[in-house]
């Protein structure tokens, strides 16, 4: 019977974002509320069950998202992401370009979220293939995959931060997991695939761009240096990887970790923290470009479109609290563990099923996470790397398959001016190179490590 709920929640929950276009955040409240009703969870025990799942994780989440967010901003606004690619450009040269880009897009990818990251880029996209000419293919698809696979795999974006506060898994160790393992996803199956097929599907720029009506980039007079760019993007890897190696010392007992100096270093290293001090870093180094005043309605600005991001990842530890009190997701371990399927191979099989079918990779991600993470508390033989692989494995899942349920997929669409059919030829097929590669990384590497 607890299956069959746990079926019925998932199927009414896909039936009613994708057949009655009901918003994902009200519909894993409506489906969590029925779920434990149907569950048997006690009438006065339903209420705290929603509210405890659904505060734990916007208390994981919802720091990360926020202060990501604004720094994203701030280097958007004031030049920097166009600094950056310049720079990268100048560097490479012409016949590196889309390697330029998508170095430019993973950088700014960390902290910024997949669509403004892309609307960000697409203007200086189009500029350097106007330059240099060919298929704009080849030079969109290596740095739109890269923002895909960095929304995917890097903290601070909520997909990896949801899942990895549900599974326990360490944030900081998380942080430097992903990165290791999305460089080389993008570059296997964005960077390679997409100027390969770029060289064999010709997509001329679009008009849009060419009458420079619909897309315009705003003049910046005083834009930041390179350093202060690579600065304001560096600072927070450089502050969590203290933390994790001073934690890795305290764990292999060359230091103490219960020493004050180590946990204030460590402090220091937390990834709410690390992202709060490079804000503030940022500020001071931008001021220059924008007045204080200025900074502070950007800053402002840029808490607007996330809201409905945190409030549905919080949703998704709502879902997520109430199949642990019914004990649908122990059943779910049983029957798992009893075919013998691996936890990180169910983990990618149940995220890319709920991917396919609604669409959201934030839902997929969270959703996937709150159903395995009882399998994942009941297994006493994963160690942190194992639970940090998991959460790739999952995020790997969540990208795979990118069709019409997808809204990125009509952002890629209607910026490069494909029909659907092209599409689906090429970001379709990419977005799952990128699951099918993350997967394969994060399955060697739980194997080695």
Not at 173 to 201: E, K
Not at 291 to 305: F, M, R, T, V, W
Not at 370 to 394: E, G, K, N, R
Request: one cysteine or more; aromatic letters at 8%; a neutral charge.
């Amino acid at each position: 019977m607890l299956i069959f709920i746990m079926i019925a929640a998932i199927l009414l929950l896909l039936l009613l974002i994708m057949k009655f276009k009901v918003h994902a955040f009200v519909a894993l409240i409506i489906v969590s509320i029925l779920t434990a009703l149907a569950a048997g969870i006690p009438v006065d025990k339903i209420l705290p069950t929603l509210l405890s799942g659904f505060g734990n994780t916007l208390a994981a989440v919802a720091l990360l998202v926020g202060l990501g967010a604004m720094i994203g901003r701030l280097l958007e606004i004031t030049g920097g992401a166009k600094v950056l690619a310049d720079t990268l450009i100048n560097k490479f040269g012409e016949k590196n370009a889309p390697f330029a880009l998508g170095i430019a897009s993973l950088l700014f990818g960390f902290p910024i979220f997949f669509d403004a990251g892309l609307v960000v880029m697409l203007p200086i996209i189009f500029s350097v293939a106007k330059q240099f000419g060919g298929s704009v293919l080849k030079y969109a698809l290596p740095a739109a995959g890269a923002f895909a696979v960095m929304h995917a795999f890097a903290v601070p974006h909520p997909g990896p931060v949801a899942a990895g506060d549900l599974l326990g898994a360490n944030i900081g160790l998380l942080t430097v997991v992903g990165i290791i393992c999305a460089i080389p996803t993008w570059y296997i199956a964005t960077y390679l695939f997409g100027t390969w097929l770029g060289n064999r599907i010709h997509i001329d720029l679009p008009k849009a761009f060419l009458n420079a009506t619909a897309i315009n980039q705003t003049a910046v007079l005083n834009p930041p240096s390179f350093g202060k760019v690579m600065t304001i993007l560096m600072l927070p890897l450089v502050l969590i990887l203290l933390d994790t190696g001073l934690n890795t010392l305290s764990v292999s007992g060359v230091i103490d970790g219960s020493q004050t100096w180590v946990q204030a270093l460590r402090l220091l290293g937390k990834t709410p923290i690390a992202l709060l001090i490079t804000l503030i870093v940022a500020i001071l180094l931008l001021k220059e470009q924008r007045s204080y005043e200025q900074i502070e309605k950007i800053c402002d600005n840029a808490l607007g479109p996330i809201c409905a991001i945190v409030l549905v990842t919080g949703a998704g530890g709502m879902f997520g609290g109430v199949l642990r009190a019914s004990g649908i997701g122990d059943v779910l371990a049983g029957m798992l563990s009893d075919t013998g399927m691996p936890v990180i191979v169910a983990a990618f099989i149940i995220s890319v099923a709920l991917r396919v079918a609604q669409g959201s990779a934030t839902v997929a991600l969270t959703t996937t996470a709150a159903l395995i993470s009882p399998m994942v508390a009941a297994s006493t033989d994963l160690s942190q790397f194992d639970l940090c692989f998991i959460v790739i494995s999952i995020a790997a899942g969540s990208t795979a398959f990118s069709h019409v349920n997808d809204s990125g997929f009509w952002l890629v669409s209607r910026f490069l001016e494909m029909d659907t059919k092209t599409t689906l030829k090429t970001w379709t097929v990419q977005e799952t190179l990128i699951g099918i590669v993350g997967f394969g990384i994060a399955l060697i590497g739980s194997i080695l490590l």
